[in-house]
């Protein structure tokens, strides 16, 4: 088998540099090795980025740039389909203000990539990163059970802890056949949350060997993205993994925007 491999783009801003802290503890995580790609649209740039930005970016010290011309997000999609990248790791956008969205490179690598990608807010720098808390929001359905399990395995090989969230609102419980029905006193979650705790993790163990793996489920009410946001500050959440259907036009994927808008952390989207 070939080495598992990250593949993180760059842009050449100081921005998209906030990916490399990330994808450096990831790899770490994975044992995977870093594939460090620039896209220019006139000429490759990859010694003349590494000279301009090297001496303030240890994580490039001993890595190969690949260097290639054309579109970015045609271009990083036709790599990773050449090297099948265990994760990308990318900056979400390359501007410095907060509370954008992310950029169209970046929103076309999401959809089409056939790997889970993690989006960096380029406000958090070229600080180090730590993974300790891994934030999961949970719906209650079979479909978005079977996509913890990237979320679960990384936990547990970051010996983090797996903070899962089913946030109940108005809609009551999704409709999709099997899912966990939703607490209906969440103002007395003694009467009906152990119940519904101990069947997640039967189902989650069914998927996934949790092994030694520390899971904390939390029980929130009202608007979703605003509790998985107020939640992960209050946490100290590392990392957000968000599942998608893929389904991007309104009214779908409401919370996601909003989380992808707002967190300060990085984001793991998985689809499903």
Request: proline share 2%.
């Given at each position: 088998m070939s080495e598992p491999v990250i593949?993180?783009?760059?842009?050449?801003?100081?921005?998209?540099?906030a990916s490399l802290p990330v994808a450096k503890v990831l790899g770490e995580i994975e044992r995977a090795a870093l594939h460090i790609?620039?896209?220019?649209?006139?000429?490759p740039a990859g010694e003349g980025l590494r000279s301009r930005l090297g001496r303030e970016v240890p994580e490039l010290?001993?890595?190969?740039?690949?260097?290639?011309?054309g579109t970015p997000s045609v271009e990083i999609l036709r790599v990773a389909a050449e090297i099948k990248p265990r994760l990308i790791?990318?900056?979400?956008h390359s501007s410095a203000e907060r509370g954008k969205m992310p950029g169209r490179t970046a929103m076309k690598v999401l959809h089409d990539a056939s790997c889970s990608v993690v989006l960096v807010p380029p406000g958090r720098g070229a600080t180090p990163w730590h993974l300790h808390h891994v934030l999961v929001p949970h719906d209650g359905t079979p479909t978005t059970s079977a996509a913890l399990r990237p979320a679960a395995e990384l936990a547990e090989h970051a010996h983090a802890e797996l903070l899962v969230v089913h946030v109940t609102d108005i809609r009551g419980a999704p409709a999709e056949p099997g899912s966990l029905t939703t607490p209906r006193y969440?103002?007395?979650p003694q009467h009906e949350w152990p119940a519904w705790s101990?069947?997640?993790l039967n189902r989650l163990s069914s998927i996934c060997p949790l092994g030694h793996l520390h899971v904390r489920l939390l029980l929130a009410h009202g608007d979703i993205a605003a509790e998985i946001l107020r939640l992960s500050e209050k946490r100290?959440?590392?990392?957000i993994v968000l599942a998608w259907r893929g389904r991007w036009e309104a009214p779908h994927a409401a919370a996601m925007k909003a989380i992808l808008r707002e967190a300060h952390c990085p984001i793991m989207v998985v689809h499903i």
């Open positions: 593949l993180v783009p760059l842009d050449g801003s100081t921005q998209a540099l790609l620039h896209v220019g649209e006139h000429e010290d001993g890595l190969t740039i690949d260097a290639r011309v790791v990318m900056c979400k969440v103002d007395q101990t069947e997640f100290s959440t590392d990392l």
